[in-house]
T-cell receptor, first 113, second 110 residues
Framework: DGGITQSPKYLFRKEGQNVTLSCEQNLNHDAMYWYRQDPGQGLRLIYYSQIVNDFQKGDIAEGYSVSREKKESFPLTVTSAQKNPTAFYLC????????????FGSGTRLTVV | QKEVEQDPGPLSVPEGAIVSLNCTYSNSAFQYFMWYRQYSRKGPELLMYTYSSGNKEDGRFTAQVDKSSKYISLFIRDSQPSDSATYLCAMSGSNYQLIWGAGTKLIIKP
């Protein structure tokens, strides 16, 4: 079945450490997105990519970095510069053939310890 | 003021009731309107999609868009305990970048 796979499901980060969240899709979608979700705040856009080797900052990009070397993969690195990284991170993709309807992964819960 | 306003709830109703969930928005350029359902610790899933104004029905779910009032609604008939989830509205203009509401937590009591 086609879909988006995020890993790991749970991740613990020590202070000052960089961590990378994985996002892989086999839907052949061109556009991919990373969101952060905090309680009561909905989804906030971190980064998005509409094509391989190109990506754009979203509303809250500070302290995060991404790469898009392959169409299927869009990893997110949470750097030590992100001072409050504890949150639920969601990866999504969208087909250029559809004007709507993002497909989401199951998310990664990141906790600072 | 946020571009999309949505009451976070929680909204608690008895099983079998009709549920009304709503969002208001300020950007008149929005033309694509969506409702997503999110179960706890899961990713959101697309529930309903509407282009421009009007109604759309799918089983027990009806989505309404009133662009003149900048107001969208999701109605759930014969609500079930399995409908308990967070419902997020989302909308976009021609760039397809979604703007999200905060989500409303819905609880259906058996």
């Amino acid at each position: 079945d086609g879909g988006i796979t995020q890993s790991p499901k749970y991740l613990f980060r020590k202070e000052g450490q960089n961590v990378t969240l994985s996002c892989e899709q086999n839907l052949n979608h061109d556009a991919m997105y990373w969101y952060r979700q905090d309680p009561g705040q909905g989804l906030r856009l971190i980064y998005y990519s509409q094509i391989v080797n190109d990506f754009q900052k979203g509303d809250i990009a500070e302290g995060y970095s991404v790469s898009r070397e392959k169409k299927e993969s869009f990893p997110l690195t949470v750097t030590s510069a992100q001072k409050n990284p504890t949150a639920f991170y969601l990866c999504a993709s969208r087909s250029e053939l559809l004007n709507y309807g993002y497909t989401f992964g199951s998310g990664t819960r990141l906790t600072v310890v | 003021q946020k571009e999309v306003e949505q009451d976070p709830g929680p909204l608690s109703v008895p099983e079998g009731a009709i549920v009304s969930l709503n969002c208001t928005y300020s950007n008149s350029a929005f033309q694509y309107f969506m409702w997503y359902r999110q179960y706890s610790r899961k990713g959101p899933e697309l529930l309903m999609y509407t282009y421009s104004s009007g109604n759309k029905e799918d089983g027990r779910f009806t989505a309404q868009v009133d662009k003149s009032s900048k107001y969208i609604s999701l109605f759930i008939r014969d609500s079930q305990p399995s409908d308990s989830a967070t419902y997020l509205c989302a909308m976009s203009g021609s760039n397809y970048q979604l703007i999200w509401g905060a989500g409303t937590k819905l609880i259906i009591k058996p």
